[in-house]
T-cell receptor, first 113, second 115 residues
Framework: GDSVTQMEGPVTLSEEAFLTINCTYT??????LFWYVQYPGEGLQLLLK?????DKGSNKGFEATYRKETTSFHLEKGSVQVSDSAVYFC????????????FGTGTRLTIIP | AAGVIQSPRHLIKEKRETATLKCYPI?????VYWYQQGPGQDPQFLIS???????DKGSIPDRFSAQQFSDYHSELNMSSLELGDSALYFC??????????????FGPGTRLTVT
């Protein structure tokens, strides 16, 4: 079945550090890939997406590139801020009519000043 | 901008009771999805509706049922509640069609506690 494997957390970084959160996937079809962010007490927010191989999604300084050859979609940010502290979920939707998002287990990120 | 509205935000029920969760999608969104997120877990897809018809089904227990109404709001009905049903229940909505499902907008969730 379809699945997403995420880097184990929690992750703690100092402000302005470089961030990478690894994400790999297994899919029966051709997936579209997403990163969602969940701030404390809030719902999930779409951070960025990529719908085909070699696409780069970007938003708020975060980037992720859809790598079909390594089945990966790693999230990166060059300089994190305290306000980036949240839980980050990698997710996929497989094409051909499926409706559901399949999520990874989430990575809790804490940025310390 | 209008967002997905869920009610109630918090709900406490006892075992074997029933619960009804409501979801009001963003205006012009006619597709609704329900997800369940257990403590420390990733969200799991339960069910989705498009134009008041069930469009996809995930790991939803038989004790649960859901529907979408003519105004596109949706309700998740949960009966014979079990302790393991304690979770955060998210509703999401999207525009219709193949591209719409790539932009699922999530509500703040309903936290259900079963005691």
């Amino acid at each position: 079945g379809d699945s997403v494997t995420q880097m184990e957390g929690p992750v703690t970084l100092s402000e302005e550090a470089f961030l990478t959160i690894n994400c790999t996937y297994t899919a029966t079809g051709y997936p579209s890939l997403f990163w969602y962010v969940q701030y404390p007490g809030e719902g999930l927010q779409l951070l960025l997406k990529a719908t085909k191989a070699d696409d780069k999604g970007s938003n708020k300084g975060f980037e992720a590139t859809y790598r079909k050859e390594t089945t990966s979609f790693h999230l990166e940010k060059g300089s994190v801020q305290v306000s980036d502290s949240a839980v980050y979920f990698c997710a996929l939707i497989v094409d051909f009519g499926n409706e559901k998002l399949t999520f990874g287990t989430g990575t809790r990120l804490t940025i310390i000043p | 901008a209008a967002g997905v509205i869920q009610s109630p935000r918090h709900l406490i029920k006892e075992k074997r009771e029933t619960a009804t969760l409501k979801c009001y999608p963003i205006p012009r969104h006619d597709t609704v999805y329900w997800y369940q997120q257990g403590p420390g877990q990733d969200p799991q897809f339960l069910i989705s509706f498009y134009e008041k018809m069930q469009s996809d089904k995930g790991s939803i227990p038989d004790r649960f049922s859901a529907q979408q109404f003519s105004d596109y709001h949706s309700e998740l009905n949960m009966s014979s509640l079990e302790l393991g049903d304690s979770a955060l229940y998210f509703c999401a909505s999207s525009l219709p069609g193949r591209e719409g499902r790539y932009e699922q907008y999530f509500g703040p969730g309903t936290r259900l506690t079963v005691t």
